[in-house]
């Protein structure tokens, strides 16, 4: 048969680049091995209309015949990502000689509601399954490098608090706040009068719930919120994993926004992904069409220029500038070992479907930090125009504060 052939002239070329440590089983019994040895992962293609998925493979099609259960594959997420990686690679080469895709989206009020319940109203339980027990969906900061999770994401929450100079009074806007992670630990450890907005109302309703368990309703609010709506003055503002729904085109009004609602003396933090393509291209190999297909309908990744330049145009002068990549990576890849280590919990939460997109998608992205795909930037700003007087001599004051985390 045409397809026997093809598929024999693929695997003789897969073999002749290089050996991989890979086995592909057919409906039929057939079956290839790609290198010597047990294989760390399987594919399984159970009907001959699956063959085109890998004949022409990139992790966009390989995921989505992963998703939409075309194929199965068998090993360690991570494993999987990493085998598939390098077949994509040769397939079409390094990712340096890849062109990257810009793709930008129309974004208004209506379709990035839906886009946020789309990913974060999975179920509460869900993520709880595989992120440490305050629910922190963000990278978290590993300072000597052994910290558990739980650990890292309490040291980056007073990292960041740390860095804005939190003080007892001030007010702190949060734009994202998750299940409230960051404002319950910037109301009980800093004394913050806080206000957290999201758009998703599974985080809002537990977020809410917290609060009054911690009994700080009187110095906590959360609000089901856009920030285009927000109105008012804060001392602080943080926007922790956030920007990746604003749009390329529209982070000059998103940082002009933040800019309106600064005090004049305040600070903000932004902590967020960026591409590491000076272009703001999306991730190769098809990386980013699977994730906006499946994952994070319009997220747009800019580069960290990209950044600087739009917030400079927004009003906004950056002050200190951190690329904590290796830290993503290190929590994507326990994230992605709890997800694995806890499946048939999570199955039982979710459908197959959506258990294989996070799969994926959780192991992808420890790759692509790992990889210097994608990277994670923390930028310290001001409004523009201060005199230099205002600004710390040194960044010394960011390590001199006590470091052991409490509960939230």
Known sequence: MFWEKKLTQWVDDIRNRSALPLRLELWNGQQFDFGAGHPDVTIRVPHSSAINYLLT?????????????????????????????????????????????????????????????????????????????????????????????????????DHILTKIRLQPGHTLLDIGCGWGALVLRAAQKFGARCVGITLSKNQYDLARERIEQAGLTDRVEIRLQDYRDISGTFDRITSVGMFEHVGLNNLPRYFTKIASLLTDDGIVMNHGITSTDPNSGETAYGGGEFIDKYVFPQGELPHIGLV??????????????????????????????????????????????????????????????????????????????????????SRRYMYAADRNPKSV
Not at 62 to 75: N, P
Not at 94 to 119: C, G, Q
Not at 126 to 148: H, I, K
Not at 349 to 369: E, K, M, P, Q, S
């Open 308 to 393: 600087l330049k739009t917030m400079q145009e927004g009003g906004l002068e950056a002050l200190d500038i951190e690329n904590l990549r290796r830290h993503y990576a290190r929590t994507c890849s326990i994230w992605i070992d709890n997800f694995e280590s806890r499946a048939d919990q999570i199955k039982m939460l979710t459908d197959d479907r959506h258990y294989r997109i996070w799969r994926v998608y959780l192991a992808g992205c420890a790759h692509a930090f790992t990889h210097d795909w994608i990277s994670l930037y923390q930028v310290v700003c001001t409004k523009a125009g201060k005199d230099a007087s205002t600004h710390p001599w």
């Open 57 to 157: 493979p990139s992790l966009a099609t390989l995921g989505e015949a992963y998703v939409e259960g075309k194929i199965d594959i068998e090993g360690h997420a991570a494993e999987i990502i990493r085998i598939g990686s390098m077949l994509v690679n040769q397939m079409h080469g390094p990712v340096k000689k890849l062109s990257r895709f810009v793709r930008t989206a129309r974004h208004d009020k209506r379709d990035d509601a839906e886009a946020i319940r789309y990913h974060y109203d999975v179920s509460n339980a869900f993520y709880e399954t595989w992120l440490d027990q305050n629910l922190v969906y963000s990278c978290a900061y590993f300072e000597n490098g052994d910290e558990d999770l739980a650990a890292a994401q309490l040291k980056k929450i």
